[in-house]
């Protein structure tokens, strides 16, 4: 189990604001940005997205890390296949 | 190889138009293929004299106001930047039907906003249905 709060993060993509399935389109487009094995971090303030995004993570092959509550929004973990 | 997704579109109202907008985009997300057929209602929409002044629901007329109000509150994007979004980021094909197109006045494909890619008959519509893992009518 990797700690969350001591990740190596190679892009963070802000997608607060959003309704689905903006913060969803914002993760899709970012992930090219980084290389294989590297992890991206995705802000949300969208509750859909904590279910959506580990879904989505799990179809295309990503490794979906976890997430850590903020106030009043929250940081998803992607590390790219 | 990527999965494919066939729709019929035959609503035109906003509601309808931006809940098939939405899953458009998860089905971009997913690197889907899909094949977007604009039947009766939906053509009407699709047309350039009409794009842009879509705000009637088909389902709870009443709610309208509500409606409206609340996609401009969560910044919901307009019904046709979500179509647009999804055909940058997978393949998407929109095909008018060619009945609906002419029962609106809309005979060729100019008449239709930028996001149509052709006009086609029942056929095609059949085939992709036929040929997709995943087929919606809306």
């Known amino acids: 189990m990797e700690d969350l ?48 995004i580990p879904k989505w993570a799990e179809k295309k092959g990503h490794q979906f890390l976890g997430f850590v509550d903020d106030s009043g929004y929250f940081k998803i973990y992607i590390k790219k296949k | 190889m990527e999965k494919k997704m066939c ?71 307009p019904w046709q930047e979500f179509f647009k979004e999804a055909k940058e980021l997978t393949k998407v094909r929109i095909h008018i039907c060619g009945l609906a197109g002419k029962i609106w006045g809309g005979e060729k494909l100019e008449d239709f906003i930028g996001l149509a890619d052709d006009i086609c008959g029942i056929a095609e519509y059949i085939t992709a249905a036929q040929e997709a893992d995943l087929h919606l009518f809306i």
């Open chain 1, 5 to 52: 709060n001591n990740l190596k993060i190679a892009e963070t993509v802000d997608a607060r604001g959003t309704a689905c399935p903006g913060p969803l389109l914002v993760a899709k487009k970012s992930i090219v940005n980084i290389q294989s094995g590297e992890i991206m971090e995705v802000l949300s303030s969208d509750e859909g997205t904590k279910r959506d």
């Open chain 2, 7 to 77: 729709m019929g579109l035959f609503s035109g109202s906003i509601d309808r138009l931006t809940a098939a907008g939405v899953i458009l985009s998860g089905a971009a997300a997913h690197d889907m293929e899909v094949d977007v057929f604009v039947l009766l209602m939906g053509a009407r929409s699709f047309m350039k004299v009409n794009a842009d002044n879509i705000d009637s629901l088909s389902e709870s007329p009443q709610l309208k106001e509500e409606f409206l109000d609340s996609l401009k509150k969560l910044n919901v994007k």
